[in-house]
């Protein structure tokens, strides 16, 4: 289906390799033409982003879609091993010719809202009909799948991305619930009343005048300036690298509690304060704007708002609308039992069979019982951490379940010889020179020197990133399938999706839905393990709660 620029839509079926396979039709609209063809299997278009948010206004919901856009993003990275490239429907088309590219239009800064006046889709050459150029660019896309090393898994991770991205409108549409009163009631309770013309509110400035205070009270300290700072305590005599709040623990000085608790409370007034509630919370609901594989790992990131990072503080406004209930769902150790699943060793597919404590089970087998140890080494593992006490953990974590740590291994190593990484379905690590560390989310406190991969700085980093790729992104590809059960589980239920998270999901429901909604988030997580890594006895259990508001959930 194609828009003409007019409103209406032209459209026509499509066989297995991307040809038409009837006639041509024209439609008013996008909502009329759907809607007109009850018995389609998916919906081809350009892009859910732009499309469905019009759909859902109209009262249409899409079962399932294949995002062209979306789409040439993975292949681009598939096939070229490159990242960022433009990804419109008139770049593919120009791609798939050889004519010169053009450039995608520049993204929104983070945490900008959407205007009258900002670009349209990448316009086609004058004369090159739509309709022909999503079938041309869809074709072709079928054809590279098909020529990838496991086509079947790669035209899986097509479909969940499409999913995702069904998932990602309807979370933008329906949004989290969100008590405005309370929230101002908890600000007002942490940080005072407010002050006018822009000035901190009252606590803020009781605690900066305590700073200044503990600085001796002669030269005015900005807690919130780490130039201001790091001055003052070096005018004291101390020598500080930066005002991180591990560091200033380590200091024995009456600035550090007023300085640490002002941090706290600056954190929430400029990322969840008022200003944050007057332009996030509209309608008893917080929209965010999810960008679905918004990070090169496949995790999903926001356009502003912070939706990824609610403090437990601000949990309390999150409320669930009378009668009804939150189910606040949170997947048990993730990364671990994804590198079960995806290395095959049979010692941690054993231990993640079961839906006990994973680090406990791990070490019980490797540790003596030491589950401190045995989480450090798991997670050192594919995070990198391998240094000192790490190396022998690491060591001892290789004895026990060898194919697991060599698959993480095998990824670094590729990693820092420069070729292509992918995940189990087919996601592929972009280029060192596109992607790092901090973009994707990792930590950068990983391999040392001894560690045999890389000699240089930027290669051991290039092969943290690569270690925890594998496994981040496999991650995120699982939880792009247990988002498309989920969304097909609910069905029926009076119960909508209301918030995604790596690993966490709410559903807000009828209360007397609530265990009908955890057991289909369970279901649905036995079901994204099947479709994603097959016969596999690994379990992904979740930690539910079912709660009426935000903050009362474990996690």
Request: net charge negative.
């Amino acid at each position: 289906m194609a828009e003409t620029g007019d409103g209406g839509v032209r459209l026509c079926p499509v066989d297995p390799s991307g040809a038409p396979a009837g006639p041509v039709e024209s439609a008013a609209s996008a909502a009329e033409a759907i809607r007109s063809h009850p018995e389609a299997e998916r919906w081809v278009w350009r892009s859910t982003a732009e499309l469905y948010p019009r759909l859902l206004g109209a009262g249409v919901r899409v079962e399932r879609c294949y995002d062209v856009e979306a789409a040439e993003s993975l292949l681009i990275g598939h096939t070229e091993g490159q990242s960022g490239q433009p990804r419109s429907l008139a770049a593919a088309w120009a791609r798939l010719r050889g004519l010169p590219v053009p450039a995608d239009p520049p993204a929104r800064a983070a945490g900008g809202q959407p205007s009258l006046f900002e670009p349209g889709p990448v316009p086609l050459p004058e004369g090159t009909d739509p309709l022909d150029a999503l079938l041309e660019v869809y074709a072709g896309q079928l054809s590279r799948t098909d020529s990838t090393e496991h086509p079947g898994r790669m035209r899986l991770l097509l479909a969940l991305e499409s999913a995702g991205t069904l998932v990602a409108a309807e979370l933008n549409r329906t949004g989290l619930p969100w008590r405005a009163d309370v929230h101002r009631e908890l600000l007002t309770e942490l940080l005072g009343e407010r002050y006018p013309g822009g000035l901190e509110p009252r606590r803020l400035a009781e605690l900066a005048d305590e700073v200044t205070r503990a600085f001796g009270g002669d030269v005015r300290v900005r807690p919130d300036l780490a130039a201001d700072i790091i001055r003052a305590f070096a005018r004291q005599g101390i020598t500080l690298s930066s005002t991180r709040a591990w560091e200033l623990r380590e200091l024995d000085h009456p600035a550090v509690e007023p300085l640490l608790e002002y941090k706290k409370l600056y954190r929430l007034h400029t990322a969840h304060g008022w200003s944050w509630l007057h332009t996030w919370v509209r309608d008893g609901r917080f929209r965010a704007e999810y960008v679905p594989s918004g990070s090169v790992t496949g995790r999903w990131t926001t356009n502003g708002g912070g939706a990824l990072q609610i403090p437990r503080v601000v949990r309390r406004a999150v409320v669930a609308d009378p009668g009804r209930l939150l189910v606040v769902a949170d997947a048990d150790q993730l990364e671990p039992r994804i590198l079960a699943a995806v290395s095959r060793d049979p010692g941690l597919m054993e231990i993640a069979a079961a839906d006990r404590d994973l680090y406990a089970a791990v070490s019980d087998r490797a540790f003596a019982g030491d589950r401190e140890q045995a989480k450090l080494a798991v997670l050192g593992a594919v995070y990198g951490q391998t240094s000192g006490d790490g190396l022998k953990h690491l060591a001892d974590l290789r004895r026990r379940f060898p194919a697991a740590v060599a698959y993480v291994d095998d990824a670094a190593r590729a990693g820092v010889e420069g070729r292509l990484v992918r995940t189990f379905l087919g996601r592929t690590c972009p280029p060192a020179s596109s992607a790092t560390p901090d973009e994707a989310g990792i930590p950068q406190d990983g391999p040392s020197p001894d560690d045999g991969y890389g000699s240089t700085p930027a290669d051991r980093a290039r092969g943290r990133f690569t270690r925890n790729f594998v496994v981040q992104g496999a991650a995120a590809d699982w939880a792009l399938a247990l988002l498309a059960a989920l969304r097909q589980a609910l069905v029926g239920l009076d119960a909508e999706l209301v918030f995604f998270q790596h690993d966490e999901v709410i559903v807000h429901c009828r209360a007397q839905e609530a265990d009908a909604v955890t057991a289909a988030i369970r279901a649905s997580s036995a079901r994204a393990a099947a479709v994603v890594f097959g016969d596999v006895p690994v379990r992904f259990p979740f930690t539910v709660a079912a709660v009426a508001c935000y903050s009362d959930a474990k996690g």
